[in-house]
């Protein structure tokens, strides 16, 4: 488990299990980690912040997020324990 | 480090009868063996039912001038199978059809292997075709699977549907 | 009576093997018992062709609201042959497809049974769906085919697709 | 074999073969006759003299006519030994 150096030990805390699929894989260098993150936290930041760590490619503009198994929108509020996932553009059929 | 870290998505959590269980519940599911295009046809048997139109993805040999070996397809499972009801409910709304049923396929797969199958039963004609068309769309924008094309010097690429 | 008068259109002279010869060269054939879509579809597997689109027109249970038992086909076969010909040779001019087969079957037909079927193999997805949906439209507006269907009091009537 | 009525015996005639279907088989209560007919005869008054003979109830421009199994023109010239069929609009599919 990976804490983002943006979550101090005086905050409230959430924890996030983010998956990673595609290139986001590649680049992260792994299938999936749960993050600490202060409980205000944006999607829009959650991926700001894993971006800068893993160097991602992608700008946020050209993905999806999905929140719990569910296509999200970007403003949505994320939770503790809640499970996020960055979706790259698809390329089925 | 390839499989390691794509494992997750190559393979399905689910039994192949739950697979198929979905599908015809839900009208949409991922597969990660080949699928059974006779299974799902049989399961959109409907006497009221004139019209059958179907479609198939196959794996080709080529995209645009270069030649394929094989491709890799990864799919988020929990997501697709999410939005894949979601297509399905939207698809019996738009269109005058009695059923539909989708799978896509995930994992290794080789030149000729149907990657998706899509059937419609209508009792007229058009709305099969046109919901036919209108769920593949609708799959290949949406439904978060993804693929990667090997070359014949082990080279490979993700590909995106959408630039 | 009828019998008498119908029997030329209700089978056909060529054997079945003749008939799946004659789709595979010429891409159409009438026959006179259930159509075998898996050898159909098999005749048009190609390694280069990522889109396989396909189209059953099956026997349902009513006609509007009039409750429907049984259905029979009837086929001018040679002129229907030569005309099939025409229409698939037509079809490969006008879309970007590489193989298309479209089988009638006549005689008497029961509920569910497959009348027509139409299956249609190309490198990309919207010409396999447009020239499948052209192909069934034009052998219903010009195929030799008439049909009568038979209800519940045992009478029956010619149907027609254009009034 | 059936001679239509307008076939003199000083005049050459043409022997036409005429298959039936559908409901004009019906009508006609036969799936194929010969008839001979002038040499000059044309497809629109073939019609029109079967039509006389047999009662058809369809007017000819609902029809379309065949000759040798292939769809011809109602302006096309039949010879002797030609096979002719009249098309009622079809209903296959």
Chains 1, 4 share one sequence.
Not at chain 1, 46 to 66: I, T
């Amino acid at each position: 488990m990976s804490t983002l150096a943006v979550a101090t030990p005086t905050e409230a805390v959430m924890n996030i299990n983010v998956l990673y699929f595609a290139s986001l894989a590649d680049e992260a260098n792994c299938q999936q980690e749960t993050v600490s993150v202060p409980q205000s936290t944006s999607l829009t930041e959650l991926y700001e912040q894993l971006s800068q760590k893993h160097r991602f490619s992608r700008p946020q503009a050209e993905l999806r997020v999905a929140v719990n198994d569910y296509f999200a929108n970007w403003t949505d509020q994320i939770h503790d324990g809640d499970s996020v996932v960055f979706i790259t553009p698809v390329a089925g059929g | 480090m390839t499989d390691n870290v794509h494992g997750h998505s190559m393979t399905i959590k689910r039994s192949v009868d739950e697979v198929y269980a979905i599908a015809e519940r839900d009208g949409f599911a991922l597969l990660d063996i080949a699928i059974d295009e006779e299974r799902l046809k049989r399961t959109l048997d409907d006497d009221g039912c004139g019209a059958f139109a179907c479609f198939e993805g196959r794996v080709r040999n080529h995209n645009n001038a270069t030649s394929v070996e094989r491709l890799t397809y990864y799919g988020y499972e929990d997501l697709a199978i999410n939005q894949g009801r979601a297509i399905i409910d939207e698809a019996k709304q738009r269109f005058e059809i009695t059923n539909a049923i989708a799978i896509h396929r995930i994992g290794a797969l080789d030149i000729g292997d149907v990657a998706v199958w899509v059937g419609v039963v209508s009792a007229h004609r058009y709305p099969a075709f046109d919901a036919c068309r209108w769920i593949l769309d609708t799959i290949k924008a949406d439904i978060p699977v993804w693929k990667q094309e090997y070359y014949e010097d082990d080279s490979s690429k993700w590909l995106s549907n959408n630039g």
